[in-house]
């Protein structure tokens, strides 16, 4: 993939903190095998001692807030530990669903291989789940993260039988326009791509307090294959 300008990701920037709008495919840290580009090796050729504050999934677009001081950096990882930050999601998920304000309290465990379950004897999770859009065989959700677990919004929605599309590792099947679109027609010779080649999950939202106590709303606009995925479906409702 094509690295981008850094410069091209800020949403907000002041002295202590910078909030960027991460691209799906980009890890925020160096993964187990270390070497391939990340979001705080972009971010370290700019500011020599940045550090982020959480980490979003690899294929997880959105708002991802990095600290370009220690104090800043201590802050704000105060706020993420005692719950403090907002933080808003938005998910395509299979299915038709009306939700609510619903709130999701199953306790979550990783396992072994890079993977989470929902568990009774896992630490507490919490989700707060809204329709946002329905469509024929589709919803548009947002979702509020209370706890700030692995895969937890994506192991809730699979909870709720409302996988998100494209999230393979738990039940949220690939998108094929073909499926919704009756004269979808694929070049001779070709095959079928998925719509979207990641899971449909996008961080719309961070709130949180500089170091002067004064609330911050930053929010991310939608990355190219998200917001082409959900004007789609908005054919189809």
Not at 164 to 176: A, E, N, Q, R, S
Not at 184 to 193: C, D
Request: charge should be positive; charged fraction near 25%.
């Amino acid at each position: 993939m094509k690295l981008p300008d850094f410069n091209d990701l800020i949403l907000f920037e002041d002295d202590d903190f910078v909030i960027i709008n991460k691209p799906p495919f980009l890890a925020t840290l160096d993964e187990r095998f270390g070497g391939a580009p990340n979001i705080l090796r972009l971010a370290r050729e700019k500011y020599e001692d940045i550090q982020a504050c959480h980490r979003l999934d690899k294929e997880t677009s959105g708002a991802l807030a990095l600290a370009k001081n220690p104090a800043a950096y201590r802050h704000l990882a105060m706020q993420f530990e005692d719950r403090q930050v907002k933080k808003v999601y938005h998910a395509v998920a299979w299915g038709v669903h009306h939700y609510d304000g619903l709130r999701v309290d199953r306790s979550i465990e990783t396992t072994t291989k890079g993977k989470a379950r929902l568990a009774y004897k896992g630490k507490p999770a919490v989700t707060l789940v809204r329709t946002l859009e329905a469509y024929a065989r589709h919803t548009l959700l947002e979702c509020q993260p209370v706890t700030g677990r692995m895969h937890q919004i994506r192991l809730h929605l699979a909870y709720l039988q409302a996988p998100i599309v494209g999230d393979g590792m738990y039940g949220g099947d690939d998108f094929f326009l073909s499926s919704l679109k009756k004269k979808f027609n694929v070049k001779q010779g070709e095959e079928e791509q998925p719509f979207i080649k990641r899971f449909a999950l996008h961080a719309r939202q961070l709130t949180f307090a500089k170091l002067n106590g004064e609330l911050v709303t930053i929010e991310a606009p939608y990355p190219k294959d998200f917001r082409v995925l959900v004007e789609n479906l908005q054919q189809y409702q």
